[in-house]
RNA sequence: GUGGCCAUAGCUCAAUGGUAGAGCAGUGGCCUGUGGAGCCACUGAUACGGGUCCGAUCCCCGUUGGCCACCCCA
């Protein structure tokens, strides 16, 4: 039966669907960009090692409860910046807007106060956040994480820093650390109504956004960019001023001991973070814009487990945004492994040779050697363009006159020096001059 | 969430109220025998929806997306 009679009208084509876009926000991971990807990902693998710490990852999606009570209710990014959602089960999700909330809650559901604390754990996945996009700024962001669960001591601090230090030294860029200690439920309050008391002489000056601030989250006041206030919080109370005993000496020692490996960092007493859990210790890496170019922070977070139904445990973490560091590594242009090239590329002349490369392709491939073909390609220029542009070391050519003698021609694709070779011996052949180009290329 | 700027081919950029053009990239050919600056040809676009108009890629409205600032943060 025709499928289709002669006389039939021509279908009239569909009006042509928008071209697909990307969800607001978010944003692809191209095969051009993974070089710089898998650098950070491979320094962070580095560093974690270095440390101790071992990788975790948990599930993107959680109870929205979960960070509900973990990051605070009033703070930006519950209030409005989560992508939750009730499934097919009634079940209030979110997307997870930071890591920290869903390692806890691993860390309490796998019984690991058992093992020998601290527990100290890394991960780098996707997270996401309902904020208006702009550069350095995505609705899924990845993020690379540290934890350090299950110890108290300002020596845990200290060497967080250092690692996410030693983190950035091997990224090649230049950051400061930023660090200030914002207390604990014991002195915070007190500190807090300090402030109050201090921002209430200054109401005349304040905008109507940070007068709503004041009452809701006063201590955000601290870190605002708005002009005027920068100017009131000169003279503001500073925290470290109004720490309790134990949160005093707890920074203190954090400072001792960066001291003591002579480690640089700044003391910023308008210090304060987005999310509500962090006792005393609170840090950010910047670039070199400052604040406004902030890679990661973290910080000590003593109640968060015990809050979220653990034992009272406590534990300090940072993490920093992926995409930022990226952008900068690009930046800053700091040299990164580049993509992977293959070792042979096998160009073949008729179908009889193209049998034979095929054949020739499987048989290097178990022998461990990364090999690229163009078998639909027909001449042998743009076979070899195709070797060029893909980078491969060295191309093999077998055409009618190969097959006819059992060699094959094997070409330097750095200087086009080729030579022909018995085809029984090529993988022998290639080995050899693989190793001797890796033995070239490693630096004295 | 608020405000501003923007959207033409895969990329970078032209042009026009009256048939949208280039470079690069891609594909094919010259070429069953040699890539990294050869020659020739071809493919390919006005983000989406509506309005004004004889006619809209251009003017207007809306939507979507991007960038920037605010906000916030990674």
Known sequence: MPINKPDDKPVKPAKKAATPQLVRGMHDILPTDWPWWNFIFNKVEEVAMCYGYERIETPIL???QLFTRAIGNTTDIVEKEMFSFVDQSGDHLSLRPEYTAGIARAYIEHGMLSLPQPVKMFSYGPHFRHERPQAGRYRQFWQFNFEVLGETEAVADSQLILAAAALFERLQLPVTFAINSVGCPDCRPKYRQVLIDYYRTKRSEMSDEAKKRLTRNPLRLLDSKEEALIEINKNAPQCVDH???NCRNHFVKLLEHLDEVE????????????IDY???????????DGAASAFGGGGRYDNLIEEIGGRATAAVGFACGIERIVAELKKKQVPVPPRQRPDIFIASLG???RKKALKLFEDLRRQGVTVAESFTKSGLKSQLETANKIGASFALVIGQKELMDDTIIIRDMENGIQETVDIQKVSLEIAKRLEHKAARSVPA
């Open 62 to 64: 959680e109870k929205t």
């Open 351 to 353: 179908e009889a040779a």
């Open 263 to 274: 480690f640089t960092y700044q003391l910023s007493p308008n210090l304060v973070r987005g």
């Open 278 to 288: 962090y006792t005393r210790t609170v840090f950010e890496v910047w670039g070199e």
């Open 243 to 245: 720490l309790c005993e």
